[in-house]
């Protein structure tokens, strides 16, 4: 399985790549006044199709789809275009996510960045592995472990980083910041370049997935902040609460709780 959604997740890429450096896109705003453009609509197709067609007995939930609760203890969960904002701002930061997901929990995830060609992804032996699909480079096996720094790095989108993730870390300990669009940073935390990314506020369940089990083969975690333990899939209306994801999860005693939420 984890081969077809690979080639999925790069065929996607290409076709997103081939309209980003056209220029020729329509860019529509939804009904959560989030932007939606050509190049969604297309990768959302392209991955949808193949995926009924392989594997027709396994729903499939996708953000650019209209979408029903599940009782299924397996489906598929898809953002076709992950950091459309950036697509539209030419930030180069945008990627495809593709995952399965078993009893709640990730079990398999890909994510492909369709301008640097990185590929991240996980293989049934429960480990996490980095790929450059377009430089055909040699595979690298991840481990958030392997990283030793002085200073801890928090991750974040390429907005300012503010708000309460900027007050209880300045005043807890001493941190850089690197901000990178879509999840990108959840693969960053799995190569061990950053150590935190703290996400307070709501998102969607297919823009965490995938990056969850390529964060969690590697050795890291991501935690709820409600219920203090791993996130968890099929929720109402594929809603998340706010999260944190760690490259080591012995950081999360560095975590003032009271703060958080």
Not at 84 to 111: C, D, R, S, Y
Not at 161 to 172: D, L, T, V
Not at 209 to 237: F, P, R
Request: a positive charge.
């Amino acid at each position: 399985m984890i081969d077809t959604l690979i080639d999925l997740a790069t065929e996607a890429g290409i076709v997103i790549r081939e309209i980003y450096e056209s220029g020729r896109f329509n860019t529509f705003i939804k009904s959560d006044n989030s932007p939606v453009t050509t190049a969604d609509k297309k990768a959302n197709q392209i991955i949808l199709a193949a995926l009924n067609q392989k594997f027709p007995n396994i729903p499939a939930i996708s953000e650019e789809a209209e979408n029903r609760a599940l009782e299924k203890e397996s489906f598929f969960i898809i953002d076709p275009l992950d950091g459309t904002k950036g697509f539209i701002n030419k930030t180069n930061n945008f990627t495809v996510n593709i995952a399965l997901i078993k009893n709640q929990k990730p079990e398999i995830g890909v994510i492909y960045s369709p301008i640097s060609g990185e590929l991240f992804y996980t293989s049934k032996n429960l480990e996490s592995f980095k790929y450059n699909f377009l430089k055909k480079s040699e595979k690298i096996k991840l481990s958030c472990q392997l990283s030793v720094k002085d200073k801890l790095t928090l991750i974040t989108s390429e907005n300012s980083f503010i708000g309460r993730e900027s007050r209880i870390f300045n005043e807890n300990f001493k941190h850089d910041v690197l901000k990178i669009g879509s999840s990108i940073k959840f693969c960053k935390l799995a190569e061990g370049i950053a150590d935190i990314y703290p996400r307070l506020g709501r998102t969607m369940e297919w823009d965490t997935a995938a990056g969850h089990a390529i964060l969690k083969y590697a050795g890291g975690s991501l935690i709820d902040l409600q219920t203090k333990k791993e996130l968890t899939y099929g929720k109402k209306s594929y809603e998340n609460g706010s999260f944190i994801a760690l490259r080591d999860p012995k950081d999360i005693e560095k975590i003032d709780w009271h703060k958080l939420l």
